[in-house]
């Protein structure tokens, strides 16, 4: 027994030591040993947006300082304040994804030219608005004017107001501010309305209703894979617009800053540059002269950006691509590292790329033994793409319908809500939370919905108590009956369970994808999203509450000759009422939580308020929103708690 003990472990030992052994082996073999390379034993924190095609760019300049011998760290994601804060701040070193004059505010609040350093041009970004050529050429539209016109702007009309409903960008995004200077300057805050919210998910939308016909009206940039869906005089038109307006500009943009091709767009016409903190640049001119040298054509951005769509969106996925397109383009790069003046680099460069590509050969095999997974991916991405699409397909106008009840209920509720004078509101509230649930509580709500009036949130506090209520509505009426379901037949909790596990435990925003593709964007696909998110714990609260009424009561009901109808409505749905309240409680609470994310695709109210001052960078108009956001919830948490008490018989 024990020499077999022995042996067992001696075996262990030695698979442990290979193993150990062969990753030793395999770092050793990649790390490059000519010390003549700038930089030699210098390591890059290259950081990225969390927009997935800044990515690419991102990759390319990696690629660079590694053959210039610099070794660069995981690319880090971060929306664009929170990234170039981290730049400036030194705990990362590079960002090459600064979007010029658009980030311009981002740079200041970060820190400016104190901290930080823009260099560099990787190539021209475009930007302004397009409609379908189709509307365009039917109705001889080619100027944003024109949509003075209510007859014009109603051909783009999504809601049903009159209005144009104009595809905007996201929350914070310097193209947000300008479109909203732009209905002023341009007179068109009476006929368009912009919706704001994540763009890749309201471009979604209007790509859907373009598929289906309809006009579509867009805030459009390049490069982007947009441009390859619909390209430019075939499937869509740039408009062009009156004269030159543009956000504080205090007379120095010029119709020359807003044009292309003769053609003035209204937006300034900027530059994707590298920004990068100004100390790492100091002593790294090495790495400051590659950022200098390198472009990248729009052409090949638009393209990346397009496989980006089509599903070739991992991280690995697009290294490759970067390292595909150094590979195509590789004069071109090899140009700029000779450029670098310093002959040692000249000498590093040919080694590390020769070391680099021997090793690769050698330890491709003992790669693919350490890491199988490598071998083959399950497409599962692209199988729920497809379900996703052919629901689009064949079955959106079924979807659409389902809008109906949801639009009319929340219609009344926030009409009713914004239709109140607020000293009435405030008045009203305060008396039915005091009955409700006690003095404390209805002194609390007339305080906080006095704060959130003087804080200038009170219409947006309104709109997202209108969102959670229809929502709470429609989980009660959807919840309950699934509730009591799960409660009287063991087999059907088991097979509902993992569903409801899975609305719990998927990432909220996975719930946006498909719901602007089946259902659009605004209000009414945000409240379907929220009632997908909160409505587990009632089906849950509801489940445990009838489960745990005592079998003792029941037996005696059907002692009695009670029907099983009977017992469920008159003995079990009352004893559970406080546990079922509970899940109502829960349910407020998250629909509440909800309303920040739904706000990416186009919900208005505090979560946008929220929304907006991340995007900005403008910490007072986050913490306000979310101020808001949290006195709302307290509010309806207390006087859910209140009624639940006031039924624990």
Not at 285 to 313: Q, T
Not at 350 to 369: D, Q, R, V
Not at 387 to 412: A, G, H, Y
């Amino acid at each position: 027994m024990l020499r077999q003990l022995l042996k067992q472990s001696t075996l262990l030992v030695l698979a442990t030591l290979l193993l150990i052994g062969l990753i030793a082996f395999s770092s050793l073999a990649q790390i490059t040993t000519d010390s003549a390379l700038p930089g030699k034993g210098v390591t890059i924190r290259s950081g990225t947006s969390d927009w997935i095609d800044d990515r690419f760019q991102a990759e390319i300049i990696n690629i660079g300082l590694e053959r210039l011998g610099y070794k660069t760290t995981p690319l880090v994601a971060a929306a664009y304040p929170a990234l170039y804060t981290a730049v400036a701040n030194g705990d990362l070193d590079i960002a090459p994804v600064f979007g010029e004059p658009g980030h311009n505010q981002f740079y200041q609040n970060a820190g400016g030219e104190k901290k930080l350093e823009k260099v560099g041009l990787l190539f021209p970004l475009i930007q302004g608005y397009q409609i379908d050529k189709k509307t365009a050429d039917k109705y001889h539209i080619t100027n944003l004017q024109q949509f003075q016109d209510a007859k014009i702007a109603q051909l783009f009309d999504t809601n049903g107001d009159g209005k144009a409903d104009l595809v905007g960008c996201d929350p914070g995004w310097s193209c947000e501010l300008e479109m909203e200077h732009h209905l002023d300057a341009y007179k068109l805050r009476a006929t368009v309305e912009i919706n704001k919210g994540n763009y890749t998910a309201l471009i979604a939308d209007a790509l859907t209703r373009y598929q289906q016909g309809k006009p579509i009206f867009f805030y459009a940039y390049s490069p982007f894979w947009l441009g390859d869906v619909l390209k430019v005089d075939r499937d869509a038109i740039w408009l062009e617009v009156p004269f030159t307006s543009a956000r504080q500009s205090n007379g120095k943009i010029t119709t020359k800053d807003t044009s292309v091709n003769g053609k003035n767009l209204g937006m300034v016409q900027g530059r994707y540059r590298i920004v990068a903190n100004k100390k790492f640049l100091a002593t790294n001119p090495s790495a400051k002269r590659f950022f200098e040298l390198a472009k990248i054509p729009s052409e090949d951005m638009i393209f990346e950006s397009f496989r980006i769509k089509r599903g070739e969106n991992k991280p690995e996925d697009i290294r490759h691509h970067a390292e595909a397109w150094v590979k195509q383009h590789q004069d071109l790069f090899d140009g700029w590292l000779k450029q670098i003046n310093q002959t040692s680099n000249k000498r590093g460069e040919t080694s590390s790329i020769i070391g680099n590509n021997a090793n690769n050969k050698n330890l491709e095999g003992l790669n693919i033994l350490l890491n199988p997974f490598q071998l083959y991916t399950i497409p599962l991405d692209k199988w729920i793409t497809a379900v996703i699409n052919f629901l689009v397909d064949n079955f959106r106008p079924l979807f659409q319908t389902i809008r109906i009840p949801i639009s009319w209920v929340l219609k009344e509720v926030r009409g009713l809500l914004l239709a109140i004078p607020p000293l009435i509101s405030l008045l009203l509230v305060g008396f039915m939370t005091w009955q409700v649930a006690g003095k404390g509580v209805g002194i609390y709500s007339l305080l906080a919905l006095t704060l959130i009036g003087f804080v200038g949130l009170w219409e947006a506090a309104m709109v997202s108590l209108a969102l959670v209520v229809t929502a709470v509505i429609f989980c009660i009426i959807v919840g309950m009956p699934l509730g009591v379901a799960c409660a009287r037949s063991d087999r059907f909790e088991q097979a509902f369970l993992p569903l409801l596990d899975a609305m719990q435990t998927l990432p909220t925003f996975v719930y946006l994808v498909p719901v602007i593709m089946l259902f659009g964007i605004g209000e009414v696909p945000g409240v379907i999203a929220t009632i997908i998110y909160a409505l587990p714990p009632l089906i849950r609260f509801t489940n445990l509450g009838i489960r745990q009424v005592s079998p003792e009561v029941v037996e005696v009901a059907c002692a009695f000759g009670s029907t099983p109808k009977q017992i469920l409505w008159e003995v079990q749905i009352p004893l559970a009422i406080p546990t079922i309240l509970a899940g109502v409680n829960q349910t407020v609470l998250f629909a509440l939580g909800m309303s920040v994310i739904a706000s990416m695709i186009a919900v208005p109210g505090l979560g946008l308020t929220v929304l907006q001052g991340v995007g900005r960078l403008d910490v007072g108009m986050a913490a306000v929103g979310g101020l808001g956001i949290v006195l709302l919830a307290i509010l309806l948490d207390r006087i859910t708690q209140a009624i639940g008490k006031a039924n624990n018989w």
